[in-house]
Nanobody, 121 residues
Framework: QVQVVESGGGLVQAGGSLRLSCAAS????????MAWYRQAPGKQRELVAS???????TYADSVKGRFTISKDNAKNTVYLQMNSLKPEDTAVYYC???????????????WGQGTQVTVSA
């Protein structure tokens, strides 16, 4: 089994910065893909940023130029550096990890429980 734990959320004023971390642990054969999603009250969960093999990254248009995703392969950890935060960035941020285990090396999706980010005006 694979566990995914996020950290780093909190309350920040508009224009401020936060850094989220997501660590995957357990019986991991390989991590194929990691991503950050967010869900605001009354809205659907949306993809914020992702990082795949060879460090290929994607970003939602709403965060391009402000957020940066990166990973530490040795620690099975992905980070989301969030700068110039806006009130509309307020949401619960979830980490998604697609990983294989020794029992099944194909990719399965694992989610963390989320971390709250609140940006005040």
């Amino acid at each position: 089994q694979v566990q995914v734990v996020e950290s780093g959320g909190g309350l920040v004023q508009a224009g401020g910065s936060l850094r989220l971390s997501c660590a995957a642990s357990g019986s991991i054969f390989s991590i194929y893909y990691m991503a950050w999603y967010r869900q605001a009250p009354g809205k659907q969960r949306e993809l914020v940023a992702s990082i795949a093999a060879r460090d290929t990254t994607t970003y939602a248009d709403s965060v391009k130029g402000r957020f940066t995703i990166s990973k530490d392969n040795a620690k099975n950890t992905v980070y989301l550096q969030m700068n110039s935060l806006k009130p509309e960035d307020t949401a619960v941020y979830y980490c998604r990890t697609d990983a294989g285990t020794p029992q099944f090396i194909g990719a399965r999706t694992y989610w963390g429980q989320g971390t709250q980010v609140t940006v005040s005006a």
